[in-house]
């Protein structure tokens, strides 16, 4: 299993001064309360995104920036709050000040063209702080812009459309909602769109609230003490892309026992890669390691949201367990953690969680240490039929590896199979041995025993 080294691009990219993209029209001057599911610490971070287009001879003479700058403010009217201004109320809790403000935009062209990303677009990206330019002051949580869009025109007539989005506004459903539109209003076909819809109550913790489960995705959790490194904050990180196609999931498959095979492609591939970190960065072999699936509870809901619903939906699943059981025990053992953590997700567990956000809210902090690993899967959500007007996105997805998250996005490789690619971010010899530990598993004789039987795992991990 090779990972695909970085591009040697260089990208010089003309940017015009940003600015604010307010409504097209006049908005309700209100304030609006996030959910509890909204206020969750762990969501308190900004989501990036990049979607990557061809040229498009009908378009010939538009700039693709003009006509989504144009777009975006007619969806603004639509969806006003991402308009607005986070403030924070009574203890803690984030509130929206839609005041019209707007949202940042950036127009740009650069020196490339969409050939010189190579023959397959897969994160980290070259020089993505140059193709989503994070303004100085804009990244804050409070009183800040609740999204950033730039639009950089290529040399070739594509273009790249990244955003940055406040996670605690929406979810990736939600920002695919309101991508849409602005795409729909873009080549004005706003006639059959989804209405908005607020109502952040629905996911608000019962009066009075009650935590009902443990929530090991918000344990205290210290950093624990490796052989090469210490924490994620090394200057020496590196961050790769690895590609997973049909070939390398059967692979995969066939190290499972029977009764497992037919497990998710998310479970399978969150197991191998939980399994591979965990050994490569050279922890004690009994110190604790943990794996926060980001999940979406939307269909556990009843009765089932609005449509148009566009805040959080994610909560955090978490599977625990020591170093030394992944390497010890075949990858059936990551699967069936990673299964148990996934079930564990109900209506009821979701308002244990906005309990959770309610009771201890400010004193919760997302682990972010070499020994806690984050996933999410955004190849469902289909942010590559996001169109406005240039056809489908050669390319949409997440746009790298965030401290100790990665997410799975869809790509192709150079065969033009169609796969999952995730962006993991390490040390550099830690990044060596991550991808020595995948190529060992998949060079690993299948399980061919019939008759193989569920793995116990133990309560004592």
């Not at 677009?121 to 800040?144: I, R």
């Not at 979810?171 to 004005?188: H, I």
């Not at 026992?257 to 970190?277: D, G, I, N």
Request: aromatic share 8%.
């Amino acid at each position: 299993m090779a990972a695909l080294s970085d591009i040697p691009l260089t990208v010089t990219v003309r940017r015009c001064k940003p600015e604010f993209v307010a409504p097209a029209k006049p908005t309700p001057c209100e304030q609006k309360l996030l959910s509890d599911i909204d206020d969750q610490a762990i969501l308190r971070l900004q989501a990036r995104l990049v979607h990557f287009y061809r040229h498009e001879p009908s378009m010939e003479g538009k700039h693709p920036a003009e006509v989504i700058r144009t777009a975006l403010a007619q969806a603004l009217v639509l969806y006003y709050p991402f308009a607005g201004r986070l403030r924070e109320g009574a203890n803690g809790k984030l509130i929206v000040d839609c005041n019209g403000e707007g949202v940042l935009f950036i127009q740009a062209d650069a020196d490339v063209t969409l050939q010189q990303f190579g023959d397959t677009l897969q994160p980290p990206f070259p020089c993505f702080d140059q193709l989503l330019f994070d303004v100085p002051g804009s990244e804050g949580l409070l009183n800040c812009p609740l999204l950033l869009i730039q639009v950089t025109r290529l040399k070739c007539g594509g273009f790249i459309f990244a955003v940055r989005l406040n996670h605690v506004m929406s979810d990736g459903p939600g920002l695919k909602q309101f991508v849409s539109t602005v795409a729909a209003m873009a080549r004005g076909e706003a006639t059959h769109l989804i209405p908005p819809v607020w109502e952040r109550h629905l996911l608000d913790a019962p009066n009075p609230p009650r935590v009902t489960f443990t929530h090991h995705e918000y344990d205290e959790v210290e950093a624990a003490a490796t052989t090469t490194t210490t924490s994620l904050s090394s200057d020496n990180l590196v961050e790769r892309s690895f590609f997973f196609g049909p070939a390398e999931f059967s692979l995969l498959r066939r190290l499972l026992p029977l009764h497992l095979r037919h497990c998710s492609k998310f479970e399978l591939l969150t197991a191998f890669l939980w399994r591979c970190r965990s050994l490569a960065i050279n922890l004690h072999p009994d110190q604790e390691v943990r794996l926060l699936c980001v999940v979406s509870a939307r269909s556990k809901i009843e009765p089932p949201l609005p449509q148009g619903y566009y805040g959080n939906t994610v909560v955090f699943l978490a599977a625990i367990t020591r170093v030394k059981n992944l390497g010890e025990n075949p990858l059936g053992y990551a699967v069936e953690l990673v299964k148990q953590a996934k079930a564990s997700l109900t209506e009821e567990y979701v308002k244990s969680v906005a309990a959770l956000m309610v009771i201890r809210g400010k004193r919760l902090h997302f682990p972010n240490v070499i020994g806690s690993f984050s996933i999410t899967d955004l190849t469902k959500l289909g942010l590559e039929d996001v169109d406005f007007g240039w056809g489908k996105a050669v390319f949409a997805g997440g746009a790298r590896a965030v401290g100790v998250m990665s997410s799975f996005v869809l790509a192709k490789n150079k065969k033009g199979e169609v796969g999952t690619a995730v962006a993991i971010c390490l040390p550099a010899p830690a990044i060596e041995r991550f991808a020595e530990e995948m190529d060992n598993m998949l060079k690993q004789q299948p399980i061919e025993d019939k008759k193989s039987k569920s793995i116990r795992i133990s309560s004592a991990m």
